[in-house]
């Protein structure tokens, strides 16, 4: 294709490089997604964006088609809101300036983790920035990768289970904006925000009346087929999806060896990604 405007399913939306909380480099990820036989992809790093141009090349190199995304933090009271932002402008200075703001205070947040847990594990600061790459938004993957090479867990699930739990009280929480405002960042920068994993399992779940508030404050949809969300919360954001004719999709949210979730155990919908390129216009996909 040459300035192609197509693109081919299967596509998967929802990836994580190691800028993030992934364990492989981008251009690894896109590699790995090809291989379970995908030929669209998003890389969706928490908070950043700076893995796009390496996932673009290799995808190019393949012959998929890349769509630039990002993960943004954001909470609602105590909870954490996770809004999938595609196509947005990387240089829209609002944007920048927020996920500036998260990933700094991010760094503290996670250094202020480990000391609470140093005072009853053998864990040092030191350790965490060893299994970090140089400007990861960092979180508490990597204290969980801090604590297996000290053999204080076997796996990330173990100390997110444990150690990392907020019950556990070393939780420390971090800055992140309201949903909404989350939302309004992504679309006022040409972004389409739709939020990840809306109804995870054993989480109390946002009010639906504040989902009809990120609605009106301009959402693009749901992350529906993803490995965590309950059936019957699938169910309801597929009512609610057709009733505000939004966008619904389907992901992995792979995590390289840091998650059992594999590329293309979700995917969405050709006619859903035709719309999100279509609802877009603050970058453009990356065809091969
Ligand atoms: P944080 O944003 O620093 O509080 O950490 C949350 C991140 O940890 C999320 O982005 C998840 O991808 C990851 N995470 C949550 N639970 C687990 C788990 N059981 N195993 C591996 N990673 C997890
Ligand atoms: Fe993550
Ligand atoms: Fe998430
Ligand atoms: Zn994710």
Redesign the pocket.
Known sequence: MTDGQAFAGPSDLHL?SNH??GTETPADVVRQAHGHGLRTLALTD?DRTTGWDEAAEAAASLGMTFIPGM?L?AKQQWR?V?VLAYLFDPADPALVAETNRIRDD?LG??ERIVGNISRDYDLTWNDVLERTTADAT???????DALIARGIVR???E???GI?HPREGY?EP?YAPDPITAVRLIADAGGVAIIAHPVTSGREQMPLAYIEQLIDAGLGGFEIDHRENTEPGKRMLRELAATHDLITTGSS?Y?GA??PNRPGENTTADAMVERIIAQASGSAPRYP
């Open positions: 994580h993030s909380d928490h993960e933090s954490s996770h991010r947040r996670a960092v979180g508490r993957p990597h204290i969980a796996d990330r699930t100390a997110f289970e990392l939780y971090h949210d995590h840091g998650k």
